[in-house]
C-alpha cells in the first residue's frame, strides 16, 4: 500500500509540472518553424488558406463556426424581407465577403459590391470620449451606396501620381501616391473635413491577437527610445461603446477597435447600415437620410446569435503555416529581415494568455506585429487622429499569412492601409517615421539581400 502511494504521489507531481511547463520554457530548437499560429496553425496554401477553422473545436464549436462562415457570406437585402433584411439605408458594400475576399484583404476601390475600401471621415475635435468627432451630415464614415429612394453621401475619387524611388545600384522602383477627393456629397460638407482610406485586412488569427495579454502589448512600448533605435510605439486606448469602458484598441488600422465582437458589429453598422445590440443606431442615424424612409424593421437588424457566430468566426480562423522555412535564401532574408530592424515593430514571437471559452491559450504564436501604433512619416500621414493615434501613426500591420494574399485574391495583391502598394517591396519602400532607419538599411542592401528579405516575407 505505502509503494501505490508512493506511485501515485510521484504521478500526480509528474502531471501537475507538466501542466505547469509553459511554452516560453522551451529551446526554440523544440519548435517547429512553420507553425505560425502555434497549434492552430492550418497547412492549407490554396485559394482557400484564410478560410480554415482552427483545430479542436468541439460538435457544437464547428456548427456555430459554420453558421458563422455562412452569415459572413451572407448577401443583405433591404427591408421588408424574411432574412437578412435591414440592408442601409446607406451603406458601402452587402455583404462581408465582398470586402474580405475569401477572408483576405479588399481592393482599393469604392462605389461598388466588388469594392474592398472605405472611407473615415471627421472633424476637428475630438467627440466626448476621446474619439474622432463626427462631420456633420456625414458621420464618421463616408456610405457611397443607398437604397432606392435615398442617395449616396458622397463618392470618393481617387488617382496616383508616379513616384520613382532609385536605390543607391541604381534600380529603379515606381510607386504610387494616392489623392483622395470627395464628388457629389448629397449635403454641404463642413469645412476642414479630414479623410482617411481603408483597405479591408486580413483575417487570419485574430482570435489569437485578441488573447494577447495587454501585459505583452505595453511591454513592447518604448516611450523614450531607451535602446536608441528610432522605434517607440504606442498603445492607444479607445472607448468600447458596448462595455461602456476604455480598453486597448487592437483591431483596426490605427488599433481603435478594443475586440472582435466591436470590430464586426461595427462593420456591419457603418459598412452595411446593419444594426446589432452592439451598435444598435443606424449609421445614417440624426441624418437627413434617415428622414428619406420608414423603418420596416424596428430594433436590432441583425439576430443576436449571428452576430456572436460571426465574431466566434473570425475569433476561430487558423492562421496559414510559414512554408520554404529550410530555404537558404527566405532563412537568409529572416536574418537580414532581423538584422535591420524590422522586427523592431513586426515582432516575431509571442505568447498568447488564456481563453478557456475558445482554448487559444498558451500558445506560441508568430504574427510579426507589436499591435501598438507607430509614426509612419509624413508620406503615409492621413492627418486624421484616432483616439490616441496621432495622423501620423498607425498599428503594426499583422505579418503572417501575407505571402499567400495574391493566391486568395486571385492573383492581384495590395499592401499598406490604403492598398497604395501593389508589391511587398513597394510597401518597405514607404515606411517612414520610426521605420526610416530600417527603410533606408534596406535600401542600401543589395539586389539579392532585398530579394531575400521579400523572399522571407513571401514564405511567411
Known amino acids: 500500500m505505502k509503494k501505490l502511494c508512493i506511485i501515485v504521489i510521484l504521478g500526480t507531481l509528474v502531471y501537475a509540472f507538466s501542466r505547469c511547463n509553459k511554452a516560453a520554457e522551451l529551446p526554440d530548437s523544440a519548435y517547429d518553424d512553420r507553425m505560425s499560429g502555434g497549434n492552430f496553425t492550418t497547412l492549407d496554401a490554396s485559394t482557400q488558406a484564410y478560410k480554415q477553422p482552427i483545430d479542436g473545436l ?105 513616384v520613382p524611388v532609385t536605390y543607391p ?88 477597435t478594443p475586440t472582435l465582437l466591436m470590430q464586426v458589429a461595427t462593420a456591419y453598422q457603418q459598412d452595411m447600415g446593419v444594426t446589432s445590440y452592439a451598435q444598435p443606431d443606424e449609421s445614417a442615424y440624426d441624418q437627413l437620410q434617415m428622414n428619406l424612409i420608414s423603418s420596416e424593421t424596428p430594433g436590432n437588424e441583425l439576430v443576436d446569435s449571428l452576430l456572436n457566430y460571426v465574431t466566434f468566426y473570425v475569433q476561430t480562423l487558423a492562421v496559414p503555416a510559414r512554408r520554404a522555412v529550410t530555404d537558404s535564401i527566405c532563412k537568409h532574408g529572416a536574418t537580414l529581415f532581423t538584422q535591420i530592424n524590422c522586427s523592431g515593430c513586426h515582432r516575431t514571437t509571442m505568447y498568447t494568455g488564456v481563453n478557456p471559452a475558445i482554448n487559444l491559450s498558451s500558445q506560441r504564436i508568430h504574427p510579426y506585429t507589436d499591435m501598438l501604433v507607430h509614426d509612419m512619416g509624413d508620406e503615409l500621414a492621413d492627418g486624421r487622429p484616432d483616439y490616441l493615434a496621432t495622423g501620423r501613426e498607425w498599428r503594426t500591420t499583422p505579418l503572417w499569412g501575407i505571402g499567400l494574399l495574391s493566391t486568395t485574391n486571385g492573383g492581384t495583391a495590395y499592401y499598406l492601409h490604403d492598398g497604395r502598394a501593389r508589391t511587398m517591396e513597394e510597401a518597405i519602400l514607404w515606411h517612414g517615421g520610426e521605420a526610416s532607419k530600417s527603410q533606408q538599411q534596406f535600401m542600401q542592401l543589395n539586389k539579392a539581400d532585398r530579394n531575400a528579405i521579400l523572399a522571407f516575407l513571401s514564405s511567411l
Open 58 to 162: 468541439n460538435a457544437r464549436q464547428t456548427v456555430v463556426h459554420n453558421i458563422g462562415d455562412g452569415t459572413f457570406d451572407q448577401v443583405f437585402v433591404a427591408a421588408p424581407a424574411p432574412h437578412f433584411g435591414g440592408l442601409g439605408p446607406i451603406f458601402n458594400n452587402i455583404a462581408c465577403i465582398n470586402c474580405h475576399r475569401n477572408d483576405g484583404g479588399g481592393f482599393p476601390s469604392t462605389g461598388t459590391s466588388n469594392s474592398g475600401m472605405l472611407m473615415r471621415i471627421s472633424i476637428d475635435g475630438a467627440d466626448e470620449y476621446g474619439g474622432p468627432l463626427a462631420a456633420p451630415g456625414f458621420g464618421v464614415q463616408v456610405q457611397d451606396q443607398c437604397l432606392l429612394g435615398t442617395t449616396p453621401e458622397a463618392t470618393v475619387s481617387i488617382s496616383y501620381t508616379d
Open 169 to 256: 545600384d541604381g534600380t529603379t522602383v515606381t510607386l504610387r501616391q494616392p489623392t483622395y477627393a470627395l464628388r457629389n456629397p448629397y449635403t454641404a460638407l463642413p469645412a476642414s473635413y479630414m479623410l482617411s482610406p481603408r483597405v479591408a485586412p486580413r483575417l487570419v488569427g485574430m482570435g489569437l491577437l485578441e488573447n494577447i495579454p495587454e501585459s505583452t502589448i505595453l511591454s513592447f512600448v518604448d516611450a523614450g527610445d531607451a535602446n536608441g533605435d528610432g522605434i517607440t510605439g504606442k498603445a492607444n486606448y479607445v472607448y468600447d461603446g458596448y462595455t461602456k469602458k476604455t480598453e486597448l484598441g487592437r483591431f483596426g488600422v490605427k488599433a481603435n
